[in-house]
């Protein structure tokens, strides 16, 4: 069972409060883009062995989305952050890099 | 009391095993009368079912993924195409992956044209398989019922019933009565989930999952093909956006084609290759009861309380379960959606309330958009790609082998492959199969 911090309710909760929103800092391109843009908006995903960044939303909770960062090998939780952040915060990087000295960093 | 080098009857029997070898090769072939032979000499004669290789410096192509698809797809180009310069090169063992994690289950109920096509003839060549590969697969068409335990449902089942039908896949609406004659121990009643009607397939079945991946890797040994465990890749050569070849534990080996076959690891090679997949990798799950005397002789899936089941020649009940709800490659599955499984079937099937759980594991599944597989050409030239099976790859092995050969030997899809394209995803035509998975994942 994964145990993931809300931010906005500021308390734990765990997998059956949630649901998962897939990657995270997807970016959306305007009316101007081409069909190549939406698609990988829609489909097209890392799908990383390793450190991912995520979206989950608190469904029987606050109903706020929020993003994480996890391990999809050991499902180890690196912390929450806000979803209005546009890229992982220091914080967050800083809390993987102590654990996992090999990690390169965030990857668009 | 028939062993022993002095032994009359061992002499003969060596003679004999030495003639007919020479003379045709029958006690390669799996038989009655190797089986026979072999009970007087303590079975000391069996040779390996595969050749373990090391790998060449060159091949013409490259499987990568020795599960069931990886090496029906070999097995294809060899018998199809006869094409046998091939390696199948496998990171950890022949059909450790997903083909030796599944529930076994075999059917084509589908809804679209382009799935019955693939999963059709699929089915079609599962049925003679043990015969054609001289390898018994334990083919069991006990026959697949789907229920509906909504009126939506049952409105869809209805729907793809009449597809079948204009399809020529062998399939039936039941009523609940005959539910109840096919599986004597299901709850037709509800009160939560009765059961409004069922969608019969008596062609479908399960098969010995282990045994399709054996069968097809001691045939492919047979047709001279490399089969290289413990070969994991590890970077893919380009030149000029065409493949070369691949990076592996095991060294450098050149290539002309190469095709990933790699399941749940697919982005993983794809990124090794420099482009991404529209796949998401998630855990499924499955858990087999403790062995008890046979009550259920066909496979029965319900959608809507999430769950299927099926019992196993050992007297296990197979249940197969929900997907986890979040991206992970751990091959273990949550806690939590075992419980859902069991807690909704036990409302189906009260009598197996008291049973316990003997074994649980998972499996890496890759989900694509629309929950349809990808066979196709990439943007490396050279390299193909087989994979998006998600939650239901098993019962498609022989008809996605035939069809990745096809496509492989003319580097161009097949009518059976063309429209599981990745382009797809980008022209906007899913293939909107609420069928493929059977329960909603």
């Known amino acids: 069972m994964l145990y993931l911090f809300c931010p906005t309710c500021q308390r734990d ?31 097209e995903r890392k799908n990383d062995k390793g450190i991912i960044f995520e979206r989950w939303r608190h ?50 | 009391m028939f062993y022993g080098k002095s032994n009359l009857w061992y002499i003969f029997f060596e003679l004999a095993k030495q003639g007919l070898i020479r003379e045709n090769k029958i006690l390669k072939r799996y038989s ?37 698809h990886g090496l029906a797809t070999a097995y294809y180009l060899a018998k199809n195409y006869n094409i046998t310069d091939i390696a199948v090169i496998e990171k950890g063992w022949i059909g450790g ?36 590969l001289n390898y018994n697969i334990m083919f069991s068409p006990r026959g697949v019922l789907m229920l509906c335990q909504t009126e939506h449902e049952l409105r869809a089942m209805k729907r793809t019933s ?18 109840k004659e096919i599986v004597p121990i299901i709850n037709i009643d509800g009160p939560r989930f009765p059961v409004l009607g069922a969608l019969w397939q008596p062609r479908g079945g399960t098969a010995r999952h282990d045994a399709v991946a054996w069968g097809y890797a001691r045939k492919c040994s047979d047709y001279g093909i490399d089969i290289i465990e413990q ?45 991404r997949l529209p796949i998401e990798s998630v855990a499924l799950q499955a858990l087999v009861s403790e062995p008890i005397k046979p009550i259920i002789d066909c496979v029965v899936m319900a959608n809507t309380v999430h769950g299927y089941l099926s019992q196993s020649d050992k007297g296990e009940l197979v249940i197969g379960g929900g997907a986890d709800g979040y991206n992970n490659y751990s091959q273990r599955g949550s806690f939590l959606h075992i419980e859902e499984t069991v807690r909704a079937l036990v409302e189906t099937f009260p009598v197996i309330s008291r049973l316990r759980q003997l074994r649980q594991w998972g499996g890496i599944v890759d989900m694509t958009g629309d929950r349809s597989p990808i066979i196709s050409k990439t943007p490396v030239d050279g390299l193909f790609i087989n994979c998006g099976w998600g939650t239901g790859g098993f019962k498609a092995i022989p008809g996605s082998g035939w069809a990745t050969a096809e496509m492989i030997h003319n580097e161009n ?21 609420s069928a493929a998975a059977a329960v909603a994942h």
Not at chain 1, 15 to 36: F, M, P, V, W, Y
Not at chain 1, 65 to 73: D, G, K, L
Not at chain 1, 80 to 102: C, G, H, M, T, W
Request: aromatic share 10%; proline share 3%; net charge positive.
């Open chain 1, 13 to 43: 909760c765990d997998e059956t409060e949630l649901s998962c929103g897939g990657q995270a800092h997807l970016i959306r391109r305007d009316h101007a883009s081409n069909d190549k843009d939406f698609y990988k908006y829609l489909y």
């Open chain 1, 59 to 108: 469904v029987y909770g606050c109903g706020k989305w929020f993003h994480t960062a996890r391990c999809t090998i050991t499902n180890q939780v690196f912390g929450s952050y806000s979803a209005k952040e546009v890229q992982p915060p220091k914080s967050i990087l800083a809390n993987i890099r102590r654990s996992r000295v090999d990690f390169k960093g965030w990857v668009k």
């Open chain 2, 32 to 68: 009655f009368s190797s089986i026979f032979t072999e009970a007087f000499r303590d079975n000391l004669g069996w040779e390996k079912a595969w050749a373990k290789h090391q790998p060449k410096k060159e091949y013409q192509i490259i499987i990568v993924g020795g599960g069931g």
């Open chain 2, 97 to 132: 992956g997903n083909t030796g994690r599944n529930t076994t289950i075999i059917r084509s109920n589908y809804l679209q044209e382009s799935s019955i096509g693939i999963y059709e003839k699929s089915r079609f060549l599962y049925e003679t398989l043990s015969q054609e």
């Open chain 2, 162 to 179: 009449h597809a079948n039908k204009i399809n020529g896949v062998d399939t039936k609406m039941v009523t609940p009565d005959e539910v």
């Open chain 2, 231 to 275: 070969c994991e890749v590890i970077g893919v050569k380009k030149k000029r956006e065409k493949i070369v070849g691949v990076e592996t534990t095991k060294g450098h080996i050149k290539a002309k084609k190469v095709c990933f076959v790699a399941a749940g690891h697919s982005s993983i090679l794809a990124d090794l290759a420099g482009f």
């Open chain 2, 413 to 433: 899809p097949g009518k059976l492959a063309s429209p599981f394209s990745i382009d797809r995803f980008l022209e906007g035509r899913l293939i909107d199969e």
